[in-house]
């Protein structure tokens, strides 16, 4: 990712796995990231996260994750301490990048994750890279991150086990290999990419460009015009 480096002086590859799809209902159960700066890994966190009192965990996620309501009683925190985790990832950073694959359902979840306690204020700083709107432009349909792995040969070191951290260090191997293919990942800072039809999931964030990304692959996103 040294073409990144070049504009900024730490990037912040995270991943959440949560209790269902609604960021304004559902709720993070684990948070993980990796700080990293030209020199490479400075910092990373990976955090269980306790429910709020009468929330469950569905079955279906844990059959996802493997993480079990028990587990996460015995070895999640409370949220105020995943919290601070993360805003301290990004201390001494001047000009951060915040990277998912998927970011506007992670982002959308972290504004809620962070507001209850103020601390909102640490995804203002930064621009934004969605690395699943890069992987749809390169490869066809279907998109997910395991998906990418196999695409980019990554299957001896990296592993998308549904567990934050995990999916986050393979997000970081992802982008070192789509910057190896084609250098523009820059191009895509604050673009989120959007299916045609259903139009952009959750809330629109206001830096962030949003445009249609058909499945048909003719042209990269960052040369197309319109919505």
Do not use: W
């Amino acid at each position: 990712m040294s073409s990144l480096f070049t504009q900024f002086d730490r990037i912040v590859i995270f991943d959440t796995e949560t209790t269902g799809l609604e960021f304004d209902r559902d709720e993070i159960i684990e948070l993980g990231a990796v700080s990293l700066t030209a020199e490479g890994e400075a910092d990373s966190m990976n955090a269980l996260i306790r429910l709020s009192p009468g929330k469950t965990l569905p079955p279906f996620i844990t059959d996802l994750t493997g993480i079990t309501p028990e587990q996460l009683e015995r070895e999640g925190v409370e949220k105020a301490e995943a919290c601070a985790a993360f805003c301290r990832l990004f201390e001494g950073a001047e000009r951060p990048l915040l990277v998912a694959y998927n970011a506007q359902f992670d982002l959308n979840f972290m504004y809620h994750f962070l507001r209850p306690f103020g601390c909102v204020g640490v995804l203002k700083a930064p621009r934004f890279l969605d690395a699943l709107t890069v992987y749809k432009d390169r490869r066809d349909y279907p998109h997910k991150l395991e998906h990418a792995i196999v695409a980019y040969n990554l299957g001896d070191t990296a592993v998308n086990s549904h567990r934050a951290v995990d999916d986050a260090r393979a997000t970081v191997q992802l982008l070192s290999a789509m910057e190896a293919e084609r250098n523009d990942l820059a191009e895509y800072l604050d673009l989120f990419g959007y299916h045609p039809k259903y139009g952009v999931s959750g809330r629109r964030i206001a830096s962030v460009t949003y445009r249609a990304q058909p499945f048909q692959r003719t042209i990269p996103l960052y040369e197309r015009t319109g919505p």
